[in-house]
């Protein structure tokens, strides 16, 4: 494939010059139009000789006449203007007597007489010629401010627009202490933080400290900010950008971009460069359709050796982020470059409750609020989306015109969090409250007779979202590992909706689309990729994903025979579920009755509701462990 050219700064300038000028050009040939188009418009007033206007005194046609110097302005008595001379030696009074006009009809005769001095002088006179004058030199004027700022801006295209946050800056100064949870990595961290404040300690012992550090999980994970946080922490300034930001359509200025940035890190050092999502110039080399041309590719290779250019004593970190570790060159990850990988998990239960904490540091809660309930109810949120939560319920009180947060308006974030806003211009009609009275049911029932299910916090026909209603299903604890025994369990959860509506009505709704897609991907996972079937037994059978010249392409290394066998396999898994489900509802058909119709009038049963009406329909709600071993001891 042929290379792009590439553009001179002077072409970009002269382009910019050139149409400037045309620009210019029309404006000149607008006003000269608009001129002549004025001029014409003022030969269209007849002339009258002094004769002809003599004739018209004597008829009593005039009403009215203008001096201007030698030139007459004749108002006849249709008020329509006529141009005319006078005699420059004579006066016109003189002259129409001359002419016979006798002085009676002369001395009723209304003459005006207009100086050439004045204002009317200067617009009509000298203005014209002035204007074209004026815009000119204002044309070129700014003209050459446009040349000037084209050539500023040519000569700073290459550039890094890098933003500096400065370590005795207290605005945007951020430690340890400002972000909770992600105690394994900050451990890690500290290591970088220790060798920017003492690297003499490292050094004396003959240790080399990473030069890269490669920051990775979830997006809202907290990256970016504990990037930060080391730079605070090591007092050291912070040099940040986006990897989106070094690439152009320009061939080059990718990689001239990171030449500056690495030359204002040294120049800075001790510092800390942070290249934000940097699987937009990291991605394999030759993946893309431009090949090893490809302007990205240019900036990755400068990136590279750049990186391979620290000396031992800079003190210069290199930290970047990303979503995406699988699609990075491995060049970028071998020894020398980004050689520590820092993983991001998900908070669990007590980094969850920190991270409340932090983001409510600000504002007004109630005496009701109990951050531990709400690290309960928020399973697998991340940071981001745990500081949206607390941010969602300050709106709540806000549009309720309330001081105070209270809890209720934690637990409505929550869920809003997780399930989308409520729709309450969305009403049900009575008989679709009742198939979604039963549907909700048919999962809670399913959940809390299942062994392995998780326990129901809240079950709603309350519109959410796209859906009708839902059952809020939370575990007791987090889970880092999932038995074979809790995903079977799962799939009669997702199946009870489906049962309970067949079961009751005779028929099934699409309400149960969702449960059925959630089940079948479900079923799907645990035979290709879990080795959960016991026909197929432990074999992965998933699709692989590989890098190609025109990018990821999927291998399509299973045969016809055995992608048959895999649906098979799915198929049966869901009908085994779904009879599972269909039975645990028959043999508590009381229960499904009352349930559904308490939900039904009620439209919302809390955890506390739900677990009475289990009792009374002797089901055993469930418990955490300790309590119930506490229990049995």
Do not use: C
Not at 111 to 134: C, E, R
Not at 230 to 245: N, T, W
Not at 347 to 369: N, T
Not at 525 to 539: A, F, I, N, R
């Amino acid at each position: 494939m042929a290379k792009k050219p590439k553009l001179d700064s002077k072409l970009v300038i002269l382009r910019q010059f050139s149409s400037q000028i045309i620009l210019a050009v029309l404006v000149i040939l607008i006003l000269v139009t608009a001129y002549g188009a004025y001029q014409n418009e003022a030969k269209k007033i007849t002339t009258l000789t002094l004769s002809e206007l003599i004739q018209k005194v004597t008829a009593g046609e005039v009403t009215s006449i203008t001096i201007s110097g030698s030139d007459l302005d004749v108002v006849d008595k249709d008020n329509q203007h006529f141009a005319s001379k006078k005699e420059i030696e004579t006066s016109l009074s003189q002259t129409l007597l001359n002419y016979g006009i006798k002085p009676e009809v002369l001395a009723k005769l209304p003459i005006k007489v207009q100086s050439d001095t004045g204002t009317s002088f200067w617009l009509l006179t000298i203005l014209p010629i002035l204007a074209p004058i004026i815009f000119i030199l204002f044309f070129f004027w700014y003209l050459s401010r446009q040349v000037k700022g084209a050539s500023v801006q040519a000569l700073s295209f290459g550039q890094s627009k890098a933003r500096i946050v400065y370590p005795d800056d207290s605005t945007q100064k951020v430690t340890f202490a400002d972000v909770a949870g992600v105690r394994e990595a900050k451990e890690e961290l500290t290591e970088i933080v220790d060798f920017l404040r003492n690297p003499k300690k490292f050094l004396d012992i003959g240790a080399r400290i990473p030069k890269g550090v490669l920051l990775m999980w979830a997006p809202g994970t907290g990256k970016s900010l504990l990037a930060r946080a080391v730079a605070g922490e090591a007092k050291v300034p912070f040099l940040y950008l986006s990897g989106s930001e070094f690439v152009e359509m320009f061939v080059g200025v990718g990689a001239s971009r990171v030449r500056d940035l690495f030359n204002l890190a040294k120049n800075a050092a001790p510092a800390i460069i942070f290249i934000d999502e940097i699987d937009a110039i990291g991605r394999h080399r030759g993946s893309g359709m431009g090949g090893g041309n490809d302007e990205r590719e240019q900036t990755l290779n400068q990136i590279l050796v750049e990186m391979d250019g620290f000396e031992p004593n800079e003190k210069l970190i290199v930290m970047a982020a990303t979503n995406r570790p699988d699609v990075l060159d491995p060049a970028l990850l071998r020894p020398g470059r980004f050689d520590r990988r820092v993983v991001l998990d998900s908070p669990d239960l007590k980094d969850r409750e920190a991270i409340l904490m932090i983001h409510a540091k600000k504002k007004p809660l109630g005496p009701d609020v109990n951050m531990r309930v709400i690290a309960e109810r928020t399973p697998g949120f991340s940071g981001a989306d745990l500081a949206n939560a607390m941010n969602e319920g300050a709106i709540l009180a806000a549009r309720e015109s309330r001081k105070e947060i209270s809890q209720y308006d934690l637990i409505r974030s929550v869920e809003k969090v997780m399930l989308g806003p409520e729709r309450k211009s969305h009403i049900l009609s009575a008989k679709e409250k009742r198939i979604t009275a039963y549907h909700e049911i048919g999962h809670a029932l399913a959940a809390s007779v299942l062994e392995y299910a998780d326990p129901v916090h809240k079950v709603s026909i309350v519109s959410r979202g796209h859906a009708a209603g839902y059952t809020l299903k939370l575990p007791f604890e987090d889970h880092k590992l999932q038995t074979r025994k809790e995903f079977l369990d799962d799939l009669v959860v997702s199946m009870g909706g489906y049962a309970a509506e067949n079961l009751i009505f005779g028929d099934v709704t699409t309400g149960a689309s969702n449960d059925i897609q959630v089940a079948s991907a479900l079923a799907r996972d645990m035979v290709t990729k879990y080795g959960m079937s016991e026909k197929l037994g432990p074999v992965a059978l998933d699709n692989q994903t590989k890098m190609t010249m025109i990018g990821p392409m999927t291998d399509g290394g299973i045969s016809e025979s055995m992608s048959a066998l895999i649906d098979g396999e799915v198929s049966q898994l869901i009908n085994k579920a779904l009879a599972q489900a269909n039975q645990i509802l028959i043999d508590h058909r009381a229960a499904l009755d009352q349930m559904s119709g308490e939900l039904f009038r009620t439209e919302t049963l809390e955890r506390e509701e739900f677990d009475k009406l289990l009792i009374l329909n002797g089901l055993k709600p469930k418990v955490q462990p300790e309590e119930e071993e506490w229990k049995i001891l």
